[in-house]
């Protein structure tokens, strides 16, 4: 069997028919209303629809502090892979879906544009087409379905081809007259509790529909059963691409265009045809309002449209009606989402002339990201040892970077003795001693514009992706080629005007980078200290002291045995490690032993790995004992000796084992803090 075969034999295996068949189902008006009988829900609104779309994703509950907030799964993207995924915005989210909520229940958010407001690179877009998106995927769904009608030709009834579909996807159900609603309502939620899906028919057919409907009931002297008999009801998916069900709208130049891409324009060659332009036949009704009917529009940076377009989106806000020309009001059921940054919505705030549409918006604040684990998601996303093909990406690169990012968009701290770093920390979820929960909250409550300005996650990507081909000579990028990138940049930003803004941000570059030096160097301790046994007996050590000490006992010398006091030296070498002041050396020592006779009488044996302080001493003091040893000052030197050279790659090891290091971001992380004792050792001489 040739390859060619092999791979379409492959893709007829797993294609399913049966589905194709329930997306291309076609039937009659008489079957639709079966079909809503047994399932109401197909007659939902946009709202309706949209809501429990995302509602159908799952809903995490979290407990932060005293306060529960949910997550709705739906922003993590689980259909691509997490490709669109929203970090960090809970708060912004869960005023989204409650406004969606509201609109599905009918409580008058249905009647607003959701304005999604944030600066620029915030995820107002993203979030935009995930909305877009889920509705593609969900009305392909069982649970998602909907419908629209079409006639049958007149000259060609049994033609499928030939049927003439409804330009703006209307519900079958608005071919019912008014005055029998109320009772075909009344028969298709019979048996159904209030809590259960209720079918409310409400619009009306549009133009085109409505013509063709007045045509057939003519034509069969008023005999209404007929003229369902010429309706046809097919699935409804809603796709964008095919432009049905969503729209996308955005500002273009002033000249080249006009209110007919949101309502239609007339057909010129159909005129000829049919005699008059107000036939809806001669009529594309291909507007973005139009073929958005039944889902969600997004207007793109809504607020730099022309005031022309701003009055057909408050009458499809308000009145859920479009004016198309030549033609009534038209009803229209559809989501409107529209985004904006700062400064144009400022200029709607002091332009009297827009205070209707400032009346019709439900404002929802999509600031960046604030807490630092999301922001280095982000990134993460597109920069990861799996994605960058043929280069490593150092620890804490991406890390510092987004710290950074985070520090911009942090208002100073007004707590007294609070830096912005310390700040970040907390917000991260570290403890800080005095800071609780409350303490938290009330800080981020003092902060109004927090996470409104600062550095775009854009900006970042631009130059971690810069420092991805700057290098080509070197195997992985590390923080400083980051952090390099980002300085360079500041000197051109577009949207960064201020000499004193720039100043601020090279500041906290400087935080960034005393940061990451903190953190190498503790990481470059624990691996020379990482010498199990060595750790071991250096325990064992201060706690034989410690218990003679406690117990005013002498201990015994292991090479003498000699009964001796206890080394004083010792024990205050290690515990100034931590910060233990001389006056309480008594009480930290005290404390250590009653840890380990409790232990005790629960039948367990001591670990000193168990507590993390007086771990963390032993690490500390052991890689003073043993810097030396290894003499990694001299790596900043062209000369090491052999068996320097071993302890210092076994360290490099442990690095690559423990850390994440490659071969060569192990080795300038050694040569760079290296290089910080060096200048250590040179300043006390």
Partial sequence: MSEGRTIIDLVAQRQDRDQF?????????????EIVRANPSVTRTAYQRLYDMILSYGVDIIESGREKKKFYRFFNDPDNDGKDAVFGLRGSLEHLVNALESAA????????????HGPVGSSKSTIAR??????????STDEGALYTLGWVSESEPDNPDAIEWCPM??????????????????????????????????????????????????????????????????????????????????????????????????????????????????FNFDGEFNIANRGLIEFVEVLKLDVAFLYDLLGASQEHRIKPKKFAQTDIDEVIVGHTNEPEYKRLQNNEFMEALRDRTVKIDIPYVTILDNEIKIYEKDYNNKTVKGKRIAPHTIEMAAMWAILTRLEEPKHAGLTRLQKLKLYN??????????????????????????????????????A??????????????????????????SLINSDETKHEYRELLSVVKEEYENIVKNEVQRAIAADEDALARLCGNYIDNVKAYTQKEKVKNAFTGQYEEPDERLMRSIEEKIDIPESRKDDFRREIMNYIAALMMDGKKFDYKSNERLYKALELKLFEDQKDTIKLTSLVSNVVDADTQKKIDIVKDRLIRNYGYDEESATDVLNYVASIFARGDSKKE
């Fill in 169 to 282: 996807n209307e519900e079958p159900l608005h071919l019912i007259p008014e005055r029998f609603r109320a009772d075909v309502e009344e028969r298709l939620n019979a048996e159904r509790s209030e809590d259960e899906p209720q079918v409310k028919i409400t619009g009306e057919l549009d133009p085109f529909c409505r013509f063709i409907y007045q045509q057939r009931l003519k034509k069969y002297d008023g005999d209404w059963t007929k003229v369902i008999q010429d309706v046809r009801v097919k699935r409804l998916i809603l796709s964008e691409k095919d432009r049905i069900g969503i729209g996308t709208f955005q500002p273009k130049d002033e000249k080249n265009q006009d209110a007919t891409e949101l309502t239609g324009d007339i057909n010129y060659r159909k005129i000829a045809e049919y005699g008059s332009d107000s036939d809806p036949r001669a």
């Fill in 468 to 493: 991805l081909v700057a290098h080509p000579e070197s195997k992985s990028i590390n923080p400083f080629m980051v952090l390099n990138e980002l300085e360079t940049g500041l000197k051109h930003h």
């Fill in 130 to 139: 995930l909305l877009k998106k889920g509705l593609e995927r969900y009305s």
């Fill in 429 to 466: 979820g570290k403890t800080l001693p005095g800071f609780t929960e409350d303490n938290i909250k009330e800080l981020r409550d003092q902060a109004v514009n927090e996470g409104m300005v600062g550095i775009s996650p854009r900006y970042v990507q631009d130059k971690i992706s810069n």
């Fill in 105 to 116: 229940n009918g409580y008058g958010i249905e009647r607003r544009v959701l304005l999604l």
């Fill in 21 to 33: 068949r329930r997306k291309n189902w076609i039937g009659s008006f008489e079957e639709y209303l």
